[in-house]
Protein backbone atom coordinates (compact mmCIF):
# COMPACT_ATOMS: atom_id res chain seq x y z
CA UNK A 1 0.00 0.00 0.00
CA UNK A 2 1.24 3.44 -0.95
CA UNK A 3 1.55 6.09 1.01
CA UNK A 4 1.78 3.91 4.26
CA UNK A 5 -0.12 4.67 6.66
CA UNK A 6 2.84 5.69 8.86
CA UNK A 7 4.13 8.11 6.12
CA UNK A 8 0.41 9.90 6.03
CA UNK A 9 -0.13 10.94 9.83
CA UNK A 10 3.97 11.73 9.96
CA UNK A 11 4.54 13.58 7.18
CA UNK A 12 2.29 16.53 8.08
CA UNK A 13 3.72 16.48 11.16
CA UNK A 14 6.89 16.92 9.64
CA UNK A 15 5.81 19.70 7.70
CA UNK A 16 4.12 21.79 10.60
CA UNK A 17 6.93 20.71 12.35
CA UNK A 18 9.21 23.02 9.36
CA UNK A 19 6.44 25.51 9.60
CA UNK A 20 7.06 26.25 13.39
CA UNK A 21 10.35 26.66 13.23
CA UNK A 22 10.41 29.37 10.31
CA UNK A 23 8.21 31.25 12.71
CA UNK A 24 10.10 30.74 15.36
CA UNK A 25 13.34 31.85 13.34
CA UNK A 26 11.62 34.95 12.00
CA UNK A 27 10.84 35.99 15.89
CA UNK A 28 13.95 36.62 16.69
CA UNK A 29 14.78 38.88 13.61
CA UNK A 30 11.47 40.44 13.68
CA UNK A 31 13.33 43.95 13.69
CA UNK A 32 15.65 42.81 10.83
CA UNK A 33 13.34 41.66 8.80
CA UNK A 34 11.00 44.86 9.57
CA UNK A 35 14.04 47.04 8.33
CA UNK A 36 14.67 44.82 5.42
CA UNK A 37 10.56 45.42 4.16
CA UNK A 38 10.38 41.51 4.91
CA UNK A 39 6.56 40.82 5.66
CA UNK A 40 6.98 37.86 8.14
CA UNK A 41 4.27 36.82 10.52
CA UNK A 42 5.91 38.56 13.31
CA UNK A 43 6.50 41.81 11.27
CA UNK A 44 2.65 41.58 9.67
CA UNK A 45 1.01 40.59 13.05
CA UNK A 46 2.95 41.27 15.81
CA UNK A 47 5.42 38.51 18.47
CA UNK A 48 2.14 38.00 20.72
CA UNK A 49 -0.17 36.71 17.64
CA UNK A 50 3.17 34.46 16.43
CA UNK A 51 3.77 32.86 19.92
CA UNK A 52 -0.01 32.10 20.33
CA UNK A 53 0.18 30.45 16.34
CA UNK A 54 3.47 28.95 17.67
CA UNK A 55 1.60 26.66 20.60
CA UNK A 56 -1.16 25.68 17.30
CA UNK A 57 1.28 24.41 15.70
CA UNK A 58 2.98 22.31 18.28
CA UNK A 59 0.06 21.09 19.32
CA UNK A 60 -0.94 20.23 15.57
CA UNK A 61 2.64 18.49 15.39
CA UNK A 62 2.73 16.51 18.50
CA UNK A 63 -0.69 15.68 17.99
CA UNK A 64 -0.18 14.13 14.79
CA UNK A 65 2.79 12.45 15.82
CA UNK A 66 1.46 11.00 18.49
CA UNK A 67 -1.09 9.38 16.35
CA UNK A 68 1.79 8.01 14.08
CA UNK A 69 1.63 4.21 13.94
CA UNK A 70 4.63 2.51 15.46
CA UNK A 71 6.53 -0.40 14.00
CA UNK A 72 6.16 -2.39 17.24
CA UNK A 73 2.34 -1.66 17.30
CA UNK A 74 0.64 0.58 19.88
CA UNK A 75 0.23 5.01 19.02
CA UNK A 76 1.75 6.05 21.62
CA UNK A 77 5.98 5.63 22.94
CA UNK A 78 4.89 4.15 25.71
CA UNK A 79 3.78 0.86 24.23
CA UNK A 80 7.73 0.77 22.81
CA UNK A 81 9.28 -2.66 23.58
CA UNK A 82 10.78 -3.22 27.01
CA UNK A 83 13.94 -4.37 25.30
CA UNK A 84 15.02 -0.57 24.57
CA UNK A 85 14.29 0.71 28.45
CA UNK A 86 17.58 0.23 30.39
CA UNK A 87 16.73 -1.01 33.91
Do not use: H, K
Not at 11 to 22: D, E, R, V
Not at 26 to 53: F, H, K, N
Amino acid sequence: MWPPPALVVAAPALGIQGAFSNVLLTIVDVEEDRRAGSRTLPVRRGVQVSVGVLAVLAAAAYGLAGLTPRPWGGLLPSSSPSCCWAG
